[in-house]
């Protein structure tokens, strides 16, 4: 395929690093290959800070800079729902 799309992935720093660590094979494997990665900040308490953080987030933010990242718009919304926060809705193209 020629284009891979990651949804909803990014919760913690374990499990970002491996979608990285898979979006880097998967784009060495086919010149052209891009990924599309969809996500919601999911903010929680962190104990350790004492803080409110989206986990994961800042662990996605310094290894997009590893890759050509281009942050795009959000599509407009056909189905009615409540999306939430929709500032926390991040949609990312990715290549090499």
């Not at 913690?12 to 898979?22: G, Q």
């Not at 903010?43 to 281009?70: C, I, K, M």
Request: aromatic share 10%.
């Amino acid at each position: 395929a020629d284009v891979v799309v990651a949804a909803d992935c990014v919760y913690d720093d374990v499990a970002t690093e491996a979608l990285f660590d898979a979006c880097g094979r998967a784009l060495a494997r086919r010149s052209g290959r891009i990924v599309v990665v969809a996500l919601e900040k999911r903010f929680n308490f962190e104990l350790p800070s004492l803080s409110v953080r989206a986990h994961g987030y800042r662990t996605f933010r310094r290894r997009l800079e590893e890759f050509a990242a281009t942050r795009l718009a959000l599509p407009a919304q056909r189905l009615v729902y409540d999306r939430g926060d929709e500032s926390a809705l991040e949609l990312w193209r990715v290549a090499r």
